[in-house]
């Protein structure tokens, strides 16, 4: 784990132009630089790095974020792997903190893994390249394949010698752990020796998204009904084969700029096309699809085009993760190889050209074409029809977004004339299973059971005491505050990273005018976090909850309450919610504009005392209604005279509260 102490000399020396500039081409424009989008084609520059800031944005594509962001996104680093870049960039030595005895195992192990398959990518590499068997069997199967020593040398491809033990020797030689060696599935203990796992196969290294090996795949180059013609590395403490994709650390930038992904079966697949320079592809190696790694394909783009052979194995392949990708929200076409073709040979025979013309102009709606190849199997079976009427209906439902509303009303109709139903009813189907999942989700969130429901025998509390449930008209526009919660928590946060250590006091008119004798009061942070409420219930937002928890979390250890500490943060969430709630255009006017204009910028001098006082009062406002409605459901479900009397005069304390609360509100929010 880097030390705290480390993580902030890092942060400390931190220029995100150069940084950005080391992969991007930035011209000076007045204040920031301006370049071409790295995420996507563009031909007109509207990449922007502001170096005051700290933070990049393109208004073409929409991604923005810090140095970090930018590193993991562009490089595909973890938050560590970005940081130990960054160390060695600006030459800052690395503090390790120390972890428990458990993790520092796990993470030793992870390390050693890593390190025996770069040796082995290495040791493989070498054989093909440097061995007369190498260079006959190895090298020669790839040059028949059609593949470049270029194109061998990118993917890292290897060949093992067809010997019992030679890898075991050189590995055990340069002192790697036995027992090790067997995890990585290299080697395998055979009566009771250790013996090659790969001997005689070609190599394909399998590459995380930063560019480590994981594991390996090997191909056998002989016909044999014994052994099996791939062998994959086993799962271990670095390798989860449902959470990898094969070819991803080669095509993440293509996939970033053709915001397209194609998704294969092989290995060879990969490799040809990529050599063909389609490079936007990656491999599901033979398995079917996960979750996790549709979620892999969505880190770079929304847009899934999968690629299988054209026989019946090929389509029912494809057809078993539409489900799944339609809930991650990707927009999923199928391109099925003709002529009992797969990608690699048919790259090969019609060139690159006429493959992203075939591909073009052969996709399919991955729905549709599910709908169109089940009504073929379905035939005149009426039941089969009725239960394909349910599974499209269903499969529509969970096209939940709000902004894909369109693409679900289309389908609809396209499927209803497909299926020849009536339209109206395939919408009240599909609005049947939308229920019947909200339903269940609520039902699983939801411990809760609403007032209403309660039964009472006698009058309800609103017929005893009318004088206490008569509705008050708005005063001061108050009511209209509720509809702004997101931007005032929001607010809570920007006032605490940009003010937090400022000083606070309940000033008058007069004194907010001359605010220079304020040193060693209470700050703006104190304030905050000594109101007569818990400061993490003021927030309804998760991510403004976990902001609020980490800052007090500094807070009351004395740290400083340093900005960038939450725009540099390990926590991409926060990193981003915090980059966009610093980017406030009016907090940004030029100094000169109070003097050329005679105007106060929105953070200048003191103003930050009356938005804190402000935003503070409006989160407290917000409090206090809830508990009213609260005390009122509780007055509804009390049985007792006792319980009743003081739930109503809970209610007028409340209400005398929230009066109070609304004037204030009104002096400093309303103009």
């Known amino acids: 784990m880097i030390s705290q102490n480390t993580i902030q000399q890092i942060l400390n020396r931190i220029d995100i132009v150069e940084i950005v500039g080391s ?24 990449f922007t790095v502001s170096g005051s800031k700290e ?46 005895p458990e993790v520092k195992l796990q993470q030793q192990l992870a390390d050693s893994l890593f390190i025996i398959n770069n040796f082995a990518r290495d040791y493989f590499v070498k054989t093909m390249f440097e061995t007369e068997e190498g260079q006959n069997v190895g090298l020669s199967y790839f040059e028949e394949r059609g593949f470049s020593e270029e194109t061998v040398r990118k993917f890292q491809l290897g060949y093992c010698l067809n010997q019992r033990d030679a890898f075991v020797k050189a590995a055990l030689g340069k002192g790697y752990n036995a027992e090790y060696l067997q995890k990585t599935g290299l080697v395998a203990m055979r009566n009771e020796q250790l013996a ?72 060879t697949d990969v490799v040809s096309l990529h050599q063909a320079g389609i490079e936007n592809v990656v491999a599901s190696s033979g398995t079917s699809l ?207 990273l940009r003010f937090g250590d400022k000083p606070y006091l309940t000033l008058s008119e007069e004194e907010e005018e001359n605010p220079d004798n304020l040193e060693g009061k209470q700050t703006v942070a104190d304030y905050i976090f000594h109101l007569p409420y818990d400061f993490e219930s003021l927030a309804d937002s998760e991510v403004v909850k976990k902001i609020l928890r980490e800052y007090k979390s500094q807070y009351d250890q004395g740290s400083p309450l340093d900005k960038k500490w939450f725009l540099y943060h390990q926590d991409a969430e926060i990193a981003q919610n915090v980059a966009q709630i610093l980017e406030d255009k009016e907090a940004d006017l030029s100094a000169n504009w109070k003097d050329r204009f005679e105007i106060k910028t929105v953070y200048g001098d003191n103003a930050y005392l009356k938005d804190t006082r402000s935003t503070t009062g409006y989160l407290i406002l917000r409090k206090i209604k809830k508990l009213i409605i609260e ?20 209610h007028q304390h409340l209400k005398q509260i929230e009066r109070e609360l609304t004037l204030q509100l009104g002096m400093v929010i309303f103009k």
């Not at 680093?77 to 972890?99: G, H, P, T």
């Not at 994709?245 to 996939?255: P, Q, S």
């Not at 005390?631 to 809970?650: G, I, K, P, T």
């Open 196 to 267: 090659d796992n790969y001997r005689g196969r070609v190599i394909f290294p399998i590459h995380n998204q930063s560019g480590k090996v994981l594991g390996f795949g090997a191909r056998i180059l002989v016909k044999s009904d014994r052994a099996p013609k791939y062998i994959n590395s086993p799962e271990n403490d670095i390798y989860v084969k449902s959470k990898v994709l094969y070819g991803t650390y080669f095509a993440r930038h293509a996939i970033d700029k053709l915001d397209e992904c194609f998704l294969v079966e092989g290995y």
């Open 290 to 496: 996960t979750t996790d790694q549709l979620r892999l394909i969505k880190k770079y783009t929304n847009n899934l085009t999968i690629l299988y052979d054209g026989d019946n194995a090929g389509v029912k392949a494809a057809l078993r993760g539409l489900d799944m990708a339609i809930e991650e929200g990707l927009n999923v076409k199928l391109a099925l190889i003709p002529d009992k073709e797969d990608p690699d040979s048919y790259v090969r025979k019609v060139g690159a050209e006429g493959f992203r013309q075939f591909i073009a102009e052969n996709k399919q709606d991955f729905i549709l074409f599910k709908l169109q190849v089940s009504l073929k199997e379905a035939g005149n079976d009426s039941t089969k029809k009725s239960q394909l009427v349910n599974e499209i209906a269903e499969t529509i439902a969970r096209i939940d977004k709000v902004e894909d509303f369109t693409k679900q009303q289309d389908y609809i109709r396209q499927c209803s004339q497909l299926l020849k139903i009536d339209e109206e009813g395939m919408v009240t189907l599909v609005n049947k299973y939308i229920r019947d999942r909200l339903t269940k989700q609520a039902t699983q969130q939801s411990k809760q059971q609403s007032y209403q429901e309660q039964d009472s025998d006698g009058p309800s509390l609103a017929e005893l005491y009318p004088e206490h449930f008569q509705d008050e008209a708005p005063s001061s526009g108050a009511e209209n505050l509720f509809n702004k919660d997101e931007k005032q928590e929001r607010e809570l946060v920007k006032i605490l």
């Open 23 to 46: 992969f991007v081409k930035l011209k000076k424009r007045g204040a920031n630089y301006l370049g071409l989008c790295p995420f996507h084609n563009e031909k007109s520059p509207s």
């Open 631 to 650: 005390n009122q459901q509780e007055m509804e479900r009390a049985q007792d005279l006792a319980d009743q009397m003081v739930c109503v005069e809970m």
């Open 55 to 100: 933070i990049f944005k393109c208004f073409g594509c929409g991604k923005s974020g810090n140095s970090i962001n930018f590193l993991m996104e562009h490089e595909k680093y973890s938050y560590v792997e970005a940081l130990r870049w960054l160390a060695q960039k600006y030459n800052v030595e690395i503090e390790e903190k120390e972890v428990s």
